[in-house]
T-cell receptor, first 112, second 116 residues
């Protein structure tokens, strides 16, 4: 199972671009990279998923280099409401099923 | 509006009592999951179900039980055997991961269980 490593916390200011990097050195050929966002006392929410190169949606971009051993979640022009914990997951998960390890994630603190 | 509903939002348990947490989804998803989250920690998988009438233990199943009699429902019972049940419980669902896998999970807003 591909293990992920992400920073425990990050600080930013409103209006800045935030990049959160996740390391996954033993990612498998059929693994995808998925990011979730969690606010206090709520369930995680799917943000973005990718396999290689770059993926962009209305809230974020995901950059994946050619070796796929890391990935970077990019949040453009963050606001106070982006303060949350961000989880990086790699898989299809254990036993080739959606059983993932959600680590402690990266706690992003956006300041005014 | 499709989604996952967990109830109640807050629940209190007395010593030696079993309690059941409700999880209902109208997303027509085959797979459902239960996670436990302790303060400042990530999520840990308790049980999961890929299809009706089938479920499997996750990493921390001891002291918990589940049933999956209907596609829409996946209730979790916290039994008296669970000695440290105070936590935030999250239910999720997804389409079944077949050959491709890694189907995004949709989460409810959780139930916070406390011991009286």
């Amino acid at each position: 199972l591909a293990k992920t490593t992400q920073p425990i916390s990050m600080d930013s200011y409103e209006g800045q671009e935030v990049n959160i990097t996740c390391s996954h050195n033993n990612i498998a050929t059929n693994d995808y990279i998925t990011w979730y966002q969690q606010f206090p006392s709520q369930g995680p929410r799917f943000i973005i998923q990718g396999y290689k190169t770059k993926v962009t949606n209305e809230v974020a971009s995901l950059f994946i280099p050619a070796d796929r051993k890391s990935s970077t979640l990019s949040l453009p022009r963050v606001s106070l409401s982006d303060t949350a914990v961000y989880y990086c997951l790699v898989g299809p998960g254990r036993d080739n099923f959606n059983k993932f390890y959600f680590g402690s994630g990266t706690k992003l603190n956006v300041k005014p | 509006d499709g989604g996952i509903t967990q109830s109640p939002k807050y629940l209190f348990r007395k010593e030696g009592q079993n309690v059941t947490l409700s999880c209902e989804q109208n997303l027509n998803h085959d797979a459902m999951y239960w996670y436990r989250q302790d303060p400042g920690q990530g999520l840990r998988l308790i049980y999961y179900s890929q299809i009706v009438n089938d479920f499997q233990k996750g990493d921390i199943a001891e002291g918990y039980s589940v049933s999956r009699e209907k596609k829409e429902s996946f209730p979790l019972t916290v039994t008296s055997a669970q000695k440290n049940p105070t936590a935030f419980y999250l239910c999720a669902s997804s389409t079944r991961a077949l050959t491709r896998g890694n189907q995004p999970q949709h989460f409810g807003d959780g139930t916070r269980l406390s011991i009286l």
